[in-house]
Nanobody, 124 residues
Framework: QVQLVESGGGLVQAGGSLRLSCAASGRTLSPYAMGWFRQAPGKEREFVAAITWSGARTDYADSVKGRFTISRDDAKNTGYLQMDSLKPGDTAVYYC?????????????????WGQGTQVNVSS
């Protein structure tokens, strides 16, 4: 079974950038699609971005399109979320997730492996 550990969160001013990492252990990440989700205080968890096992297809929430970029490096067994032009509304705990899927992207409710989350705070 794959285990996921996020890192790279922190405090940044509005307009700044952060890169989150999601390191996988236990098994190779290559047959797994990966996703990023976030949960702000008092709100439900929401989808942010996803990438297929091959990296050929990505998907983004409308709120982050053009600002965030999801990627993966299977040689390092790690996924990434590059976040640029950050806004205070991006403040949340960010989670990476995975699901073994070789065709297409999982639906938001289909991910079955989750990391523990990393806090991102964006100040105005």
């Amino acid at each position: 079974q794959v285990q996921l550990v996020e890192s790279g969160g922190g405090l940044v001013q509005a307009g700044g950038s952060l890169r989150l990492s999601c390191a996988a252990s236990g098994r190779t990440l290559s047959p797994y699609a990966m996703g990023w989700f976030r949960q702000a205080p008092g709100k439900e968890r929401e989808f942010v971005a996803a990438i297929t096992w091959s990296g050929a297809r990505t998907d983004y929430a409308d709120s982050v399109k053009g600002r965030f970029t999801i990627s993966r490096d299977d040689a390092k067994n790690t996924g990434y979320l590059q976040m640029d032009s950050l806004k205070p509304g991006d403040t949340a705990v960010y989670y990476c997730a995975a699901r073994r899927k070789v065709v297409g992207l999982p639906g938001p409710d289909e991910y079955d492996i989750w990391g523990q989350g990393t806090q991102v705070n964006v100040s105005s």
